[in-house]
């Protein structure tokens, strides 16, 4: 079945610090690759999203390419600040037809000032 | 656009009582909604899908007689959880989705609501 996998938490860094979240993924076909953030107390709001190979998300300064060949859709910020302090969630959707997204566990990322 | 709301946003109640959350997409049509439950510091478990004016479909290990799934119409779906027990205090999750459209399958999700069973 489909799964995604997340780099382990928690992740600290010091504000303008560069980040990469990673995330792998195996599905059959083609998902659709999504990344969520969900701050404290709060539902989670869509970050990014990439629906088929080589596409770039971006979004508030955060990127994801869509590799098939690594399956991969590794999460980037040149230069993070102290409010991007979240629960980030790696998702995929799979081929057109199918609606469940699967989540990965989740990293928490921490930027102190 | 794709605006979500749950409500209410904290409920506390106690063992033996059942509790309504309802999920509402305030700006588009959702013709499919999905309800998650979170435990703390853990990823979202899907917990039913559900379709307009059609029964919900759980996820294996979710008991439909006790989380009652309804989504009477395009831009609300309540879940009622019956008889709730301390076990069952958990951050509730919703999400809803539009009409697909090729591959348009984006999710959109509601703040949550966090039940207390006391």
């Known amino acids: 079945g489909n799964s995604v996998t997340q780099m382990e938490g928690p992740v600290t860094l010091s504000e303008e610090a560069f980040l990469t979240i990673n995330c792998t993924y195996t599905?059959?076909?083609?998902?659709?690759l999504f990344w969520y953030v969900q701050y404290p107390g709060e539902g989670l709001q869509l970050l990014l999203k990439?629906?088929?190979?080589?596409d770039k998300g971006s979004n508030k300064g955060f990127e994801a390419t869509y590799r098939k060949e690594t399956t991969s859709f590794h999460l980037e910020k040149g230069s993070v600040q102290v409010s991007d302090s979240a629960v980030y969630f790696c998702a995929l959707s799979g081929a057109q037809g199918a609606q469940k997204l699967v989540f990965g566990q989740g990293t928490r990322l921490t930027i102190n000032p | 656009g794709a605006v979500v709301s749950q409500h209410p946003s904290r409920v506390i109640c106690k063992s033996g009582t059942s509790v309504k959350i309802e999920c509402r997409s305030l700006d588009f049509q959702a013709t499919t909604m999905f309800w998650y439950r979170q435990f703390p510091k853990q990823s979202l478990m899907l917990m039913a899908t559900s379709n307009e004016g059609s029964k919900a479909t759980y996820e294996q290990g979710v008991e439909k007689d006790k989380f009652l799934i309804n989504h009477a119409s395009l831009t609300l779906s309540t879940l009622t959880v019956t008889s709730a027990h301390p076990e069952d205090s958990s951050f509730y999750i919703c999400?809803?989705?539009?009409?697909?459209?090729?591959?348009?399958?984006?999710?959109?999700f509601g703040p949550g609501t966090r039940l207390t069973v006391l």
């Open positions: 990439a629906t088929k190979a080589d």
């Open positions: 599905a059959t076909g083609y998902p659709s």
């Open positions: 999400s809803a989705r539009g009409p697909t459209s090729g591959r348009t399958d984006t999710q959109y």
